[in-house]
């Protein structure tokens, strides 16, 4: 059982993961096409940089994961496995976390009426986000 669900896990992390390094890959391209080189987009293309990274590293090390059917594994395999996989989780918060950071500093190239609109929206997500996590620890008690 606790296979399974490390399983699908990891599915959605590498499915996830796989589809931010791709907007973040974009919002990249993007902004260095832009013919005004300020801070605030240099600092947006290197939380997208980072985001990219880190997601990457998520999505790879979940994909080598998954290439072993656990539910197959003995006893001692597995329980390596169990202890290595939420190390595979701290690589995809702070992308996640470095992702947010892009959008929230994305909208202030534009405007600062965009920029506080991206930042609102990148807190309230980051906050929804912690607050979801300390409902589930709560009610799991882990």
């Known amino acids: 059982m606790y296979a399974q669900t490390i399983s699908r896990v990891l599915d959605q992390i590498v499915l996830l993961s796989g ?13 260095t096409a832009m ?6 987009a240099s600092a947006t293309i290197v939380a997208f940089l980072t985001s990219a990274a880190l997601l990457l590293y998520a999505a790879m090390a979940g994909t080598l994961t998954l290439a072993y059917p656990l539910e197959s594994l003995g006893a001692a395999q597995f329980d390596r496995i169990a202890r290595v996989y939420p190390l595979l989780l701290w690589p995809f918060r702070l992308g996640l976390l470095a992702f947010l950071t892009g959008i929230g500093l994305a909208g202030w190239i534009r405007s600062k009426r965009v920029g506080l609109v991206s930042t609102v929206l990148a ?8 607050a979801w996590a300390i409902f589930m620890r709560g009610l799991f008690g882990r």
């Open 19 to 31: 589809l931010l390094v791709g907007f973040s890959f974009a919002g990249i391209v993007s902004l």
């Open 123 to 130: 807190l309230v997500v980051l906050v929804g986000w912690l």
């Open 35 to 40: 013919r005004e080189k300020t801070r605030v």
